[in-house]
């Protein structure tokens, strides 16, 4: 298995600019999980969804962001406009089952000028 | 709020010895989570704790979980070099596998 896949890896923009980040679960995960990861904040748990449904947003942190998985192998989360403070990196992570723990992919680092 | 808190965030050892990593979270919970962050690379689940008293091994690292405490051990027998990086716990946020992590421990190990 592939593991996890997000793209890109590597994102800079300008500030006003939309991004849009990629991920592709582990197939059979039902579970899919977008973190953003800072030195500040540490690990943070943007949204979750299960079965394609979303969850639990509630660690979305303005309306700026959004999140959809439109089928069982593709999920976006899109930052529109973005600004410097989102800089950080975003982690994908899917589930088989809330017990298995999950299974991170390599991340998008997104620098915000 | 759930809160999961380890320590201590920083750690530096030298090779050989022996320390031990501790994570304490808020809520009741049986489920608890180690995983390990090289820099610049993504997150390894290291193990997977499911219930009070579970005990897990996996070279010089040992992971246990006392539920009633709401307290989990990562202990490290005769330090390598090798095992410097960051290491995160987690607890499960709810019921469908969300996870809330620690703060990180950054672990270095020197000859």
């Known amino acids: 298995d592939a593991g996890v896949i997000q793209s890109p890896r590597h994102e800079v923009t300008e500030m006003g600019q939309e991004v849009t980040l990629r991920c592709k679960p582990i197939?059979?995960?039902?579970?899919l999980f977008w973190y953003r990861q800072t030195m500040m904040r540490g690990l943070e748990l943007l949204i979750y969804f299960n079965n394609n449904v979303p969850i639990d947003d509630s660690g979305m942190p303005e309306d700026r962001f959004s999140a959809k998985m439109p089928n069982a192998s593709f999920s976006t989360l899109k930052i529109q406009p973005s600004e410097p403070r989102d800089s950080a990196v975003y982690f994908c992570?899917?589930?088989?089952?809330?017990?298995?723990?999950?299974?991170f992919g390599p991340g998008t680092r997104l620098t915000v000028l | 709020e759930l809160k999961v808190e380890q320590n201590p965030l920083f750690l530096s050892m030298q090779e050989g010895k022996n320390y031990t990593i501790y994570c304490n979270y808020s809520?009741?919970?049986?489920?608890l989570y180690w995983y390990r962050q090289d820099p610049g690379k993504s997150l390894e689940s290291l193990f997977v704790l499911l219930s009070n008293g579970a005990v897990k091994q996996e070279g010089r690292l040992m992971a246990s979980l006392d539920t009633k405490a709401r307290l989990s051990t990562l202990h490290i027998t005769a330090a390598v070099h090798d095992l410097s990086a960051t290491y995160f716990c987690a607890v499960d946020g709810g019921s469908q596998g969300n996870l809330i992590f620690g703060k990180g421990t950054k672990l270095s190990v020197k000859p």
């Open positions: 809520t009741t919970s049986d489920r």
């Open positions: 197939s059979g995960h039902d579970y």
């Open positions: 992570a899917s589930s088989p089952d809330p017990l298995a723990g999950a299974s």
